[in-house]
C-alpha cells in the first residue's frame, strides 16, 4: 500500500491491516527456517533444551570454541551508548568496593572499554568470569597487553565481590539470572544486569548466529525476570531501555521485538 495511503488510515484501519498480514508474514517467516540465508536469528522455542534439539544445534553450538573467542573481538572493545548509565553506576559504586565480578566479561572486552573513561587500574579487583575457552584466549590477551584482570571459569572460584556486573551475559545464559548469583559464595551488594532481552508474553529462546556457532538467545519475560531477581532480596534502583538492541527473530515476526533494558538492583 502507497505511503500516503497508509498515512489516512486510523489506528484502527492500520491494525486491521496488519492482522489481515500475519497470515503471510508468518508463512514467510517460516520459509526463512529453511533458507541458506544466515540470519541473525532463526527459530523461536520454549526453553533452551528445545532450541539446541532444534536443526541449528545439531552442528557448532553454543560459545565454547575456540573458533568462536575472537569473533567481533574489537567490536566489543567500544564504548557504546547503551554502556554510559553502566558507566555512570561504577563510577558511583566502586570507590566503595574491593573486588567486581564481570559475569561473562568475555576476554576482558568492557574492562578496555571503560577504561578509557574510568581509572580502573585504582579500583577495585576486575575478576571476569565466562567459559573455559574464552578465559583460555582471555588470560593470553589480557597477559600481553599487562591487563589488571583475572578471569575465572568457575563459580565457586569467584572470590566475594560487592559488586556484579553481567553486560550481555543474559541473553546467553540458560538459567534464570537468580542460578548464577544463589552460586556465589557471597551475594553482591549491587547487580549491574545491561542489555537483558526481555518481552512481556512467555519467553522465548531462538538461536542467535555467532561466527561459525549457533547460540541459544533468551529473550526473557519482562515481569518473572524482575521478581526472579527480587525475589533474593534486592531491589531495583534504576533501569533503562536500550532501543537500538530490540530484535524481532526473522523466522517468527509475529512474536513481536524484544526489548532490551539494563538495570541495577541494590541488596535490601
Known amino acids: 500500500m502507497p ?3 497508509l498515512r489516512k488510515l486510523g489506528r484502527a484501519g492500520k491494525r486491521a491491516l496488519a492482522d489481515a498480514r500475519r497470515p503471510i508474514d508468518i508463512m514467510v517467516g517460516r520459509a526463512k527456517m529453511h533458507l541458506p540465508i544466515a540470519y541473525d536469528f532463526k527459530g523461536a522455542y520454549p526453553t533452551v533444551e528445545a532450541a539446541l534439539a532444534g536443526p541449528y544445534g545439531r552442528g557448532m ?3 565454547n570454541h575456540d573458533d568462536v573467542v575472537d569473533v567481533s573481538f574489537d567490536k566489543m572493545c567500544n564504548v557504546e551508548v547503551w554502556d554510559y548509565p553502566v558507566i555512570l553506576w561504577l563510577e558511583r559504586l566502586m570507590p ?3 573486588a567486581l565480578i564481570d559475569a561473562g566479561g568475555h576476554m576482558g572486552t568492557k574492562y578496555r572499554a571503560f577504561s578509557r573513561l574510568l581509572n580502573l587500574e585504582a579500583g577495585p579487583d576486575w575478576i571476569v568470569y565466562d567459559l573455559p575457552a574464552i578465559v583460555r584466549a582471555g588470560r593470553r590477551r589480557a597477559a600481553e597487553d599487562g591487563l589488571k584482570i583475572s578471569f575465572v571459569d568457575s563459580i565457586p572460584q569467584l572470590p566475594p565481590a560487592e559488586i556484579l556486573l553481567a553486560s550481555g ?3 546467553y545464559y540458560p538459567h534464570d539470572a537468580s542460578h548464577l548469583i544463589q552460586q556465589l559464595a557471597t ?3 549491587h547487580l549491574i544486569l545491561n542489555k537483558v532481552a526481555t518481552r512481556d508474553g512467555p519467553a522465548v529462546v531462538t538461536m ?3 561466527g561459525p556457532s549457533w547460540v541459544p538467545y533468551q529473550i526473557r519475560n519482562r515481569a518473572a525476570f524482575q521478581a526472579d531477581v527480587e525475589g533474593l532480596g534486592y531491589r531495583m534502583v ?3 531501555d536500550v ?3 530490540s530484535h524481532v527473530i526473522p523466522t517468527h515476526p509475529e512474536l513481536g521485538p524484544s526489548q532490551s533494558r539494563g538495570y541495577v538492583f541494590e541488596a535490601v
Open 208 to 210: 542467535s548466529k555467532i
Open 187 to 189: 551475594r553482591p551488594r
Open 61 to 63: 553450538a553454543g560459545y
Open 238 to 240: 534504576d533501569q533503562w
Open 3 to 5: 505511503k500516503n495511503q
Open 169 to 171: 551475559l543474559l541473553q
Open 96 to 98: 566503595h568496593a574491593t
Open 243 to 245: 532501543p537500538s538492541l
